[in-house]
Every structure is written in C-alpha cells, then in structure tokens.
C-alpha cells in the first residue's frame, strides 16, 4: 500500500498533506467511486480517513444530527445513497491540504431499545489519529477502535483491491475481499514489472489503478491502453527524441492543440487520461480497434488515405493477447 504523506503535526490547525487513496472503495458490497467526488477517501499516517459531507454520510449510513464550530455529532440511518451521483473525474494520489480539527466527534448508534448510544472519537478511540478537516468537511480515522466500538462496521483492505467497509445497521457487516479482482490486478502489475523491472509491486499497482480508471471512464479495454504503454514506452515516462512525450508518446503538437504543455504531458495521470480518451475517439470514428491504433500511430488522415501500416497495431495487439494471458493464468 502507498503512503505518500510526511508531515507529523499533532496540534489542531495545522495544515498537513494528505493523498487521496488510489483504489477502490467498496461500501456494502458496492464500489463506491472515489475519483468522483470533491471530498475523497484519503491516507494519513497509514490510516484511512472518511470524509463526513452529506453524500458520503447517505452512502455510509450516517446523518448529521448537528454541526458547531468545535463539533459534530452523527446518528445511525439506513443508507438512503449507494453512490457518487457526480461522474466527472478527480486525479488519482492528488496530494491535498487538510488540518487537523478542532471539533469532537460525536457517534449515536442504535441500542435496540428505541434509544441511542453515544460515542465519543477520542484520541483512545481514534488510537491517536488526529480527526482532520479538508475544505470544511470534517474526516475521521477509520482506525480498529472507531471501526470496532464506535461504529460496528466491517472494514477489511487489499493492496489489489482496495478498501471494504459493511456499514448496515441491520446485517452482519462482515466483509468478503473480491478475490478474483485481487488476483487479476496484482497479474497487471506483475506484467508491468515483467516489461520494466525498475517497477515495485506497489508502483506497478498504482500505474494499473491509473490506467483503469480511464480505460473505465472513456470504454476502453485496461488492457490494450497497457499494450499501447508498453509498445510506446515500456511503462517508462519519457521524451522520445522525435518530440513523443510521456508514458503513451504524445506529440508536444498534439498536446498543445487539447491545451496540455510539455510538463502536463509528463504527469503520467494526465498523460494516460489524454491518451485514452484520444484512442477511444479514434475507435468511435474508425469503427474497429485496429484501425483507431493506426489512426492513433499515423494520424487519422493517413488512415482516411488508405495508406497505412498494420505494423503497429499489429504488435499492439500482440501485446495485448500477451497481458489477456498473463491475466488469466493468475
């Protein structure tokens, strides 16, 4: 798992950088899209943070009974949301800027006898994780004492994967990991390490989680964006001496006519996004996978010409049986 943050601060109204979690969120069995929300899960200190806005509460099953300026208290619903209505995307790892809050945190949950119980996240229940505050929405820290004595939930984590919360009052909030999910992603990021060595399991994971968050959002097949990375670049981000820039070897000219500079086309988030959605235009204009490799390659142009090489998309799609074949023997 990644944890990219460093500051250690321990007094309310600090600022501190936190990261947005770069996996999935499955909340009662549902992936809960956390790329399409303004307050997204993030890490801290190796602790997950839940963020308290109202879309996120209706998803969880919490309401909130009252907020002041040095607190918040929560009650037990029944989840009336089971996702992020938005379905525009955020960056993935963005490093934010949060505080450390100075409000208490206040958890009523059911007792079965028509009243509640009320918990307090104090720093022994948040086992001395900072309840933290990012761009007014107060996050908690999804730390055993909260999961287990404040809220009752179910909570488990795969590096493959991502987080699984059970939050319904009215079942067994026991969690299962999607296993066959693991398995495949962690083959991606073993073949991504296959072709570029220089790739650790937990960055060859993160780069897998990038791409298919793109190849979801723009209808692509995850594989054949690593098969176009992989014959662009072997997974490395770079500048080509011909002027190809970034992970998918886009033109300096191409980027400039979508607005993207040189340093955007060297973000590899930027880089992957705008390479996606460029194939996956070309696929709705050419019609087949084949050809929008070649207009991709060659230019669109070249292809309405009918003067092309299938070399390209020939080894791109070799590469992609290849990462098909890798996955499925997982």
Known sequence: MMFLS?????????????????????????????????????????????????????????SIVREEPNSIVLKEITPIQVNYQSTEAKDSNLTLSAAISEKTVEILKSNGNGGYDTTVLTSEITQGKPILEYNGVVYIPLTEKVIDVALQWGKMYDDYTGLYLGTLASRDNTVEINEDESAYNKALAEYIMSVNPSYTLESATDLVFVIKKYADLYGVDEKLVMAMIQTESTFKNVTSSGGAIGMMQIMGSTGRAYGLSKADLLDVEKNIKFGTEYISRHIATFGTVEKALVAYNQGGAAVNRGKTSSRYSNVVLSRYNAIAAAAEGN
Not at 24 to 50: K, L
């Open 6 to 62: 460093t500051a250690v601060v321990t007094y309310a109204g600090s600022n501190i950088q936190v990261n947005t979690l770069n996996r999935e969120i499955v909340v009662n069995g549902v992936n809960v899209v956390n790329y399409c929300t303004d307050y997204p899960y993030f890490e801290y200190e190796s602790t997950f943070y839940a963020p308290l806005a109202e879309e996120n509460c209706n998803i969880l099953g919490l």
